[in-house]
Nanobody, 122 residues
Framework: QVQLVESGGGLASAGGSLKLSCVASGRIFSDLHMGWFRQAPGKEREFVAGIWSGGYTYYQNSVRYRFTISKDNTKNALYLQMNSLRPEDTAVYYC????????????????WGQGTQVTVSG
């Protein structure tokens, strides 16, 4: 089992920044493939960014060059630095972990955090 706890959400103005954190426990963190997803009201949960165990990173096109995903294996921590925020980035953001190399689909991730709200005012 893997437990994931997110933090760092909140309210930001358009053009501002927020940094999300996710701390994992219960399994060797460096072996996990990690991702951030988000879900806005009335919409499906969507992939935002991912970092696989080997360090490869992937981004949704709408956040590329604005968001940066990173991890610290010594702290069992995953991060999402979000810059140049837009109102359309408003959503609940979820940290997720996969045991096997995933696609970017929701169903490929085995463990989920409880989510943290990000609200961007225009």
């Amino acid at each position: 089992q893997v437990q994931l706890v997110e933090s760092g959400g909140g309210l930001a103005s358009a053009g501002g920044s927020l940094k999300l954190s996710c701390v994992a426990s219960g399994r060797i963190f460096s072996d996990l493939h990690m991702g951030w997803f988000r879900q806005a009201p009335g919409k499906e949960r969507e992939f935002v960014a991912g970092i696989w165990s080997g360090g490869y990173t992937y981004y949704q096109n709408s956040v590329r060059y604005r968001f940066t995903i990173s991890k610290d294996n010594t702290k069992n921590a995953l991060y999402l630095q979000m810059n140049s925020l837009r109102p359309e980035d408003t959503a609940v953001y979820y940290c997720a972990a996969a045991v096997r190399i995933p696609t970017k689909g929701v169903n490929d991730f085995d463990y989920w955090g409880q989510g943290t709200q990000v609200t961007v005012s225009g």
